[in-house]
């Protein structure tokens, strides 16, 4: 924050109210205490690494405020002392936002290890925080370190939520159905495709929540749980779709998941059914034109000729 009070005392100069070396004296008095109360943050790692720039600035600024009290130009040393103040602040400000930023990165990397697993890592409640982080960081490399502060501050306070521990940690009857209907539809659909990387059940996923819930982490294995019935819904459309109606061989089947994943297959083999479905209807809707002609041909009366 921008000290007003130098700029009263050169106001006092310039109305006569001051002596102009007792405003001099000050002025290199506050300098010096800007100088001295910024050794650490002009030495810093930290703002060398994100924003060198800062230490220039901040260098000409005490060169130029030093050399304008040299000549007795007040005015402009006020300008450059204000201008030193500013690169602190922002120095200041990195340095914060950094900091703020290693807290919510270790939040983050703390949540990511309690989800375990690719498949639970990769769901929106887990994945979401490393891309906050990513924000932040590229608010300090744009010079907004308030708003990177900020935006660690919220990244951290969310990974402070998902990773409290709860007083009760047995299952309820409907959470411990939702993890049964999965775990089913996992065993259902396993014919069908031979992608364990994303089966629940082998690659450990469920075990996982389970162990979560146990341990008191309800919110985040709440949330988790939520997400992955979310990302399995292609799973149970297309066991809808399959239960409904016979498919081709489970040879054919894996091969189009594969390749379409489940939403895409379902979609496939709907567009198959609607082409022949229109092929019978256009061979329907001849037939029923060709009867309605021969119809008309039967009920219309001979022409009566008066010659």
């Not at 409904?244 to 939403?263: C, F, G, H, N, Q």
Request: hydrophobic fraction near 40%; proline fraction near 3%.
């Amino acid at each position: 924050m921008i000290d007003r009070t130098i700029d009263r005392l050169l106001w006092r100069c310039e109305f006569g109210s001051m002596a102009p070396e007792i405003v001099t004296l000050e002025l290199r008095d506050r300098l010096q205490r800007l100088r001295d109360g910024s050794i650490d943050l002009h030495g810093s790692p930290i703002v060398r690494l994100w924003n060198e720039a800062l230490i220039a600035e901040y260098d000409a600024a005490v060169h130029s405020a030093v050399r304008m009290l040299d000549v007795g130009d007040r005015r402009a040393a006020v300008q450059q002392i204000h201008r030193c103040e500013r690169a602190i602040d922002a120095m200041r400000g990195l340095v914060r936002a950094h900091e703020n930023i290693e807290r919510a990165t270790a939040a983050m990397e703390q949540i990511d290890a309690m989800a375990a697993t690719p498949q639970l890592r990769r769901l929106p409640t887990v994945a979401s925080l490393a891309q906050i982080v990513d924000v932040a960081k590229l608010c300090i490399i744009e010079g907004k370190y308030g708003q990177a502060s900020h935006v660690a501050e919220v990244c951290a306070r969310i990974a402070g939520s998902l990773s409290r521990r709860s007083a009760g940690r047995d299952l309820s009857p409907d959470t411990r159905e939702r993890i049964s209907t999965v775990r089913e539809l996992c065993i259902s659909t396993r014919p069908f495709s031979d992608d364990s990387e994303n089966d629940a059940i082998r690659n450990s996923t469920l075990s996982t929540l389970q162990s979560l819930f146990a341990g008191g982490y309800a919110m985040l294995a709440s949330r988790l749980l939520s997400e992955l019935e979310v990302q399995m819904s292609g799973r149970r459309r297309f066991l809808h779709h399959v239960q409904r109606r016979p498919l081709a061989s489970e040879e054919e089947i894996r091969a189009v998941v594969r390749e379409r994943s489940w939403d895409g297959a379902v979609d496939h083999y709907l567009n198959l059914s609607i082409a022949r479905y229109a092929g019978t209807l256009a061979e329907l809707s001849y037939r029923a034109d060709a009867v309605d002609a021969v119809l008309r041909d039967a009920i219309t009366p001979p022409e009566i000729s008066h010659e």
